[in-house]
């Protein structure tokens, strides 16, 4: 597979840690949204794109977030002994790469991308939206 199109929108330097966010196209048939770059520690990564996880009430089936206690339709408790622990992930992935050296090329490309807005003079007082390769 190869990336078409990287749509990257530029965040102002005060929204940190999110740097920007980033659409790539591949092959000019699949497109993932909601890639963003992240700054920490004084480097950038790409987070792939997530949604977090929910749970249906017991009683009334409103869905809630995992880390919810109780319901907000119904008031019942939501927490059960076995189903929550400290390693409980409160995040999915939606789309992500299965290898780690296509995980490495879509960083790459992403990152060469976001650096090129910024070496020609990006105006980052506003969000901007620019479309690369």
Do not use: W
Request: aromatic share 6%.
């Amino acid at each position: 597979m190869k990336i078409t199109k990287i749509r990257l929108t530029m965040l102002p330097p005060g929204s940190m840690p999110v740097c920007a966010y980033a659409t790539i196209t591949f092959d000019d048939q699949l497109a993932i949204h909601d890639l963003r770059i992240i700054r920490k520690d004084e480097r950038l990564f790409v987070a792939m794109p997530n949604r977090k996880r929910t749970r249906p009430c017991h009683k009334c089936q409103t869905p809630h977030t995992i880390p919810s206690r109780f319901c907000s339709n119904c008031g019942n408790s939501l927490r059960s002994g076995s189903e929550h622990t400290a390693n409980s992930r409160t995040h999915v992935d939606i789309a992500h790469p299965l290898t780690a050296e296509f995980r490495a090329m879509i960083e790459r490309e992403i990152l060469d991308s976001y650096h090129s807005n910024l070496a020609n003079g990006t105006d980052l007082s506003k969000a901007e939206v620019f479309d690369n390769v």
